[in-house]
């Protein structure tokens, strides 16, 4: 395996063309459905995709992957429908919504396939790939088709794109603004649904949701605006196809569908955990840096109190009376010396000007001057 | 016992014990966590396989429901963070989870017999094969002792902490208050889904564990809103379209987890569309009823407003609240029929019961009360024509 390989091997570019491009389109469109508190949608649909691969198989007989690829789509709208339907006319809510569809879909889609199976024709051998996916399937035209996919929905995706921001943030406001939300949120459903539907092919019907899921979750973490966050959610996703695509092909009996969603998984916890505004560990970093500020001006008024009741503000006080107090230790009161709060001389410190205006201001900071 | 009936029995058997948590999980909106843990209990089977170098090894069971109570706690972390979403952390936790066991299988794949398909699928018909043989009698398949045994603990848990399960479902804040630990519940609940699952998934497979869990549950909620009667009927749902997928399944040679997924299927379908009050036509009437009704009331309340003769002609006012013909007939007929209006040479006039009515209408409009306007409707006999 040698970087070269990618440039020469024919069928382990078209492979990381393929998932490459996969990643992009989900990572975009996955930005939405994330957005949406949508993010398990893309799960259910996935699932209820799978009766319409072995609908379209039943109905043409023919193994044509566009063919099996229509079949998908219609029977994950259906689903998305009838999520849409039980939610909106029932007490049902929408987990269970999900839930029901994406399991008695794929039930149903099981029975179908098990049923082709044991049909006398011997051209079905292969249409369990779209169940775990297999990338190394895949092909030229394959590939043509997620690329005509990509740029179809990015085209889309830039015309729409005022509206979709518009109903993704504030649903009310584009309706009284005379959007036609239902058209509009159909629009990004039915986007959705086909680049789920690319998909199954190349990761299955499993993992797909994490493909939608994970590069739009890690690009959340580094923004708050909404292209800034589609387009980190598409280079996320490129790269997990890429990285995912060489990493399993260098190594024998590694599925490359799963390793995809381990990368993006990665980049998951690299941006939960690093990313400056939100990640845990900067957060963690604020949190202790507030909580020692919080210490120092606990002591320091802790002093004021005892420099208010004397008429000298400087007048040194013996280190000594502080040790009732909890909050001290030698470093609070060197950094307290520091900020040139107080000035400390041998064992007894004296309480500067500016210690005194500060503390005094400490707990009326909010309060308006009265 | 024959093979048939054994196929049959576990089946029903599975199908309760996933039904008594599943009503639980369905209510306290945490239907997706049984699908996350079907699927991220997979790594724990490899690992316990690569450990026991056994497919029926109890320690398998007890490794996947860890994997499995992992998958909840990995969830909360996430989520409690405050990055994402409840349901973006399950998205991200089970794919990975899944993945993890994928590749363990894959690369371990000369040495294991076991296999994704299997895994993710399950297959009842071999259910049977596996018996459990005490010296030299058999006892029956060790499926069927599995989740026999797993059901009769969580009966046991159901019916020792009913009240306490039933509080904290529905009422965290005052379960608490109580003193009942909400944690504890749900950390049991989750413990019980966990079990269920990896028994169930052995011999049904991942999604149909989520089927088996959801649906009749669902299905029952649309039916009633009692508890006990809900745990009752997704029971019954489960165990009946168990036994009749068995039997679907005989008939079309297909898979018998996805026959008894699609009968669970067309249950919901049928109680979806047609629950008395729940269900989609019901909603659907009540809907359409519920627009006439305030129709009524602006035109009554129109006719009030309007005292000369040319406002209340009958095509004049199809104009004026700009209404269709058919909406503006039906609008009419009604009024009639309830003795609101009398209608003399196409004028329309409102009677003394109509202004009686929307004299109160307009207060009820003006004060905005909510439990008054059944009993104007009581009042006026109204809208029963």
Known sequence: ?370 | MSPMLEIQLIAAITAAACAIPGVFLVLRKMALISDAISHSILPGIVIGFFITHDLASPWLIIFAAFSGIITVVLVELIQKTGLVKEDTAIGLVFPALFSIGVILIAQHANDVHLDIDAVLLGDLAFAPFDRWIVEGSDLGPKGLWTISVILLISLMLLLAYYKELKLSTFDIGLSSALGFSPVLMHYGLMSVASVTTVAAFDAVGAILVVALMIAPAATAYLLTTDLKKMIFLSVLFGVSSAIGGYWMARGLDASISGSITTVLGLLFLLVYLFAPSKGLIAVLSKQSRQRIEVSLITFLLHLNNHDSVEERRVGHLQEHINWQRVRANSVLELAVKNNMINIKDQVVELTPKGLAFTERALDYILTNKDEKIEDMKDDFFLFRG
């Not at chain 1, 504030?170 to 959705?192: R, V």
């Not at chain 1, 500016?354 to 309060?367: E, I, P, Q, R």
Request: hydrophobic fraction near 50%; include cysteine.
């Open chain 1, 1 to 370: 395996m040698e970087i070269t390989d990618y440039f020469t091997d024919y069928t382990l570019r078209t492979i990381t063309l393929g998932t490459a491009v996969l990643g992009a389109i989900c990572g975009m469109l996955g930005s939405f459905a994330v957005l949406r508190k949508q993010s398990l949608l893309g799960d259910a649909i996935s699932h209820a995709a799978l009766p319409g691969i072995a609908v379209a198989f039943l109905i043409t007989g023919a193994k044509d992957a566009n063919v099996l690829l229509l079949g998908a789509l219609v029977s994950g709208l259906i689903g998305v429908f009838w999520i849409r339907g039980i939610t909106t006319k029932t007490h049902l809510k929408t987990d269970t919504a999900l839930g029901l569809i994406l399991s008695l879909f794929f039930g149903f889609g099981m029975l179908l396939l098990t049923y082709i199976q044991k049909q006398p024709n011997a051209n079905q051998a292969g249409l369990d790939k779209y169940l775990f996916g297999q990338a190394a399937t895949l092909v030229e035209s394959d590939v043509k088709l997620m690329i005509i996919v990509t740029g179809i929905s990015l085209l889309v995706m830039l015309l729409f794109w005022k509206e979709f921001k518009l109903l993704l943030f504030d649903k009310n406001y584009a309706m009284t603004l005379g959007f036609n939300t239902k058209f509009i949120d159909g629009l990004i459903s039915f986007f959705i649904v086909l680049a789920i539907v690319i998909g199954l092919q190349t990761v299955g019907v499993v993992l797909m949701s994490a493909m939608l899921l994970a590069p739009a979750a890690a690009a959340r973490q580094w923004t708050n605006s909404l292209s800034v966050m589609v387009l980190l959610a598409a280079i996320f996703g490129i790269f997990s196809g890429v990285f995912g695509t060489a990493i399993s092909a260098s190594q024998p009996n590694l599925s490359t569908g799963p390793v995809i969603v381990l990368v993006a998984s990665v980049f998951v916890v690299i941006s939960f955990i690093f990313s400056p505004g939100r990640g845990v560990l900067f957060k963690q970093l604020r949190l202790v840096r507030n909580r020692r500020e919080l210490e120092l001006k606990k002591t320091l008024y802790f002093m004021y109190d005892i420099v208010r009741k004397h008429d000298d503000v400087s007048r040194p006080h013996s280190i000594r009376i502080l040790n009732n107090f909890q909050g001290f230790t030698k470093s609070t009161l060197s950094k307290l010396a520091e900020k040139n709060w107080i000035t400390i001389q041998g064992q007894s410190w004296s309480m500067t000007n500016t210690g005194f205006d500060v503390a005094s201001n400490l707990y009326n900071k909010n309060l308006p001057e009265s």
